[in-house]
């Protein structure tokens, strides 16, 4: 029988192992019964524990370890530990890492740009003056009111925004702001709405020649985003014979 199964058979019997290690070679005993009868079991009613002979325990320990079969573990024996590789990444390397700082930086910067175009268009309507008197059929007028706001913005070809307009993206955003919707094209909002004689136009119409379109003001005045080096502003009507159209 082998020292294992006979380990097996003593566990399965109820009987205890002791295992001790010496000159590099490991002992396995076991030890039942015998043992167990050494120690008398705890009195009823208060605690209390009655004595054990520790003496005899451990002679007898000491007997059982003595006689029992020996199993060796050859000296030059190694523990093997699996290990797995860890990789490191630096900050410079880490292309998500790099793409999330630029995401970062291009939305600060757009941020920037849009803070430093809304601050010179702030001070382009507070240092601007008009260069006509404002019809009273302008005074509380919706559209005339949106369309003032905007007085000083810089004339930007293209421009449809606050931090720039050209003469349709002018008209088209005002417009937008009461709910009608114009395409970012002179021509195209000539389409738009219905022709009115100019004896009947009233000021919030739209006013368009060939090329040019602006808001008709009352009077012989208007508002528009004029052209290059100028900024959004009330004008004394240049053109000679301009359409107007009413919206809405």
Not at 112 to 121: K, P
Not at 129 to 154: C, E, K
Not at 175 to 202: F, N
Request: hydrophobic share 40%.
């Amino acid at each position: 029988m082998t020292p294992l199964t006979e380990l097996a058979q003593n566990a399965a019997v109820g009987r205890r192992t002791a295992v001790a290690a010496a000159g590099g070679a490991l002992l396995v005993s076991t030890f039942g019964g015998a043992m167990a009868a050494q120690a008398a079991p705890l009195e009823t009613g208060p605690a209390k524990m009655n004595s054990v002979d520790l003496n005899a325990l451990t002679s007898q320990a000491r007997e059982s370890l003595s006689n029992a079969p020996v199993v060796t573990v050859a000296p030059d024996a190694e523990l093997s530990v699996e290990k797995s590789a860890v990789s490191v990444v630096s900050a410079a390397d880490n292309e998500d890492y790099q793409a999330e700082l630029a995401a970062k930086e291009a939305e600060e910067a757009a941020e920037a740009a849009a803070a430093e175009a809304a601050e010179a268009a702030a001070t382009a309507v507070s240092t601007a003056s008009s260069s006509v008197d404002i019809p009273a059929s302008a005074i509380g007028n919706s559209v005339i009111s949106i369309a003032s706001r905007y007085i000083g913005v810089p004339y930007v070809s293209g421009g449809g925004s606050p931090s720039g307009f050209d003469c349709s993206g002018f008209t088209s955003y005002v417009y937008g702001q009461l709910g009608i919707s114009l395409p970012h094209s002179s021509s195209a909002q000539s389409g738009y709405g219905t022709q009115v004689p100019a004896s009947e136009a009233q000021a919030g119409d739209l006013m368009w020649t060939p090329g040019h379109v602006s808001i008709y003001a009352g009077g012989n005045t208007m508002i528009d985003a004029s052209k290059p080096g100028t900024v959004v502003d009330f004008r004394t009507i240049w053109q000679s014979n301009p359409t107007f159209i009413r919206l809405g």
